[in-house]
C-alpha cells in the first residue's frame, strides 16, 4: 500500500490497549537489566510479562520466522540483535526493542538501556539519542510531513556530534508490521507525504557515536554500526489526532 491507512476508533483502541501492554512490558524487562543477566533471559521475561495480558501476544515471534519477543542489540548492534547466551556485562548499552498485538494490529517500541555502570560519554549519547525521538515526536500532528520528521531528528542527533543510520528508517504500521510511509532519519523539512488524522506511525531515531555507515552481521538479522561505534535506539508507536498526536507504545 503506498497511501496512509486511517484507523476506525475501534481499531485505535485495540492498538491503545496493546500499545500500553508494550510500554510496560518495556519498563518491567528494563528493571532486569543488569551486569550478567543474558539477553535470552531478558527475552523470556518480556514474553512472560505480555503473555500474562488476555488477547495480546508478542507481535515479533513469527513475523518473517522471527523466533523471539525481543530484538536485543548490544553496544555495536544497531538493530534485529538476536537474544543469545551472551550475558550483558557492567558498561554494556542494551536496546530493548518490542512490539505487541491486539487484535491482529501492530504496535512496536524501543528503549536503550545502560547496563550498570556506563561512561558518562555513553550516558549522554543515550540522554541526547532519546531527545532526537522526543522533539521530532513533539511536532507531530495532521499536515506535517515526513521530511520534517526526518529533518528534526537528523538536525538535532548531527548537531549533537552522532549520527543517524541512513538505511535504518521509522515506518507506517496497523495490520502489517512494516508499511507506508517509510520515515528516514535523515531529510529534509517540507518534503515527503503529508501526515493524516488517525493514521498511526512509528518513529526510530536509530543513532551512532561514529559514522551512519551500517555492517550486516550475516546471521540474517543483526546490523550493527560499520565503524564498530556504539548505537542506541528510541521508538515510539504515534496515533495522529485531531489535537496534534498521542503516544501509544
Ligand atoms: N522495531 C523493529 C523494526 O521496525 C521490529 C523488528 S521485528 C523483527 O524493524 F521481527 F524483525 F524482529
Ligand atoms: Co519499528
Known amino acids: 500500500m503506498s497511501k496512509f491507512q486511517i484507523f476506525t476508533p475501534g481499531e485505535i483502541n485495540s492498538m491503545r490497549k496493546a500499545g500500553k501492554i508494550l510500554r510496560d512490558c518495556l519498563l518491567h524487562t528494563a528493571k532486569y537489566v543488569k551486569p550478567g543477566i543474558t ?27 522471527y523466533p523471539f519477543t525481543l530484538c536485543t542489540s ?3 548492534q544497531c538493530v534485529h540483535g538476536l537474544p543469545s547466551k551472551r550475558a550483558l556485562k557492567d558498561g554494556d548499552i542494551v536496546a530493548l526493542d518490542c512490539g505487541v498485538m491486539v487484535d491482529r494490529l501492530y504496535t512496536d517500541a524501543c528503549i536503550s538501556v545502560g547496563v550498570g555502570k556506563v ?5 549522554t549519547f543515550l540522554r541526547e539519542s532519546k531527545a532526537a525521538l522526543d522533539h ?4 507531530i500532528k ?4 515526513i521530511g520534517d520528521i526526518s529533518s528534526i531528528i537528523q538536525t538535532y542527533v548531527e548537531g549533537k556530534g552522532y549520527s543517524c543510520m541512513q538505511a535504518l ?3 507506517g504500521l ?12 535523515l531529510g529534509k523539512a517540507g518534503t515527503g507525504p503529508v501526515l493524516p488524522v488517525n493514521t498511526v506511525i512509528a518513529v526510530e531515531p536509530i543513532t551512532s557515536m561514529g559514522e551512519g555507515a551500517i555492517r550486516d552481521e550475516g546471521d540474517g538479522w543483526t546490523i550493527s554500526t560499520k565503524d ?7 521508538e515510539h508507536t504515534v496515533l495522529v489526532t485531531e489535537g496534534g498526536h498521542e503516544i501509544l507504545a
Request: no cysteine; net charge negative; aromatic share 10%.
Open 74 to 76: 548490544v553496544n555495536d
Open 169 to 171: 528508517t521509522g515506518h
Open 119 to 123: 561512561a558518562p560519554a555513553t550516558e
Open 174 to 185: 496497523g495490520y502489517s508490521l512494516h508499511q507506508f510511509p517509510d520515515i528516514p532519519n
Open 136 to 139: 521530532a515526536v513533539a511536532i
Open 142 to 145: 495532521p499536515g506535517v510531513r
Open 39 to 65: 539477553t535470552l533471559e531478558l527475552d523470556a521475561i518480556a514474553e512472560e510479562f505480555i503473555r500474562l495480558h488476555e488477547g495480546a501476544t508478542p507481535a515479533f515471534k513469527g513475523y518473517r520466522n
Open 228 to 234: 564498530g561505534s556504539l548505537s542506541a535506539h528510541y
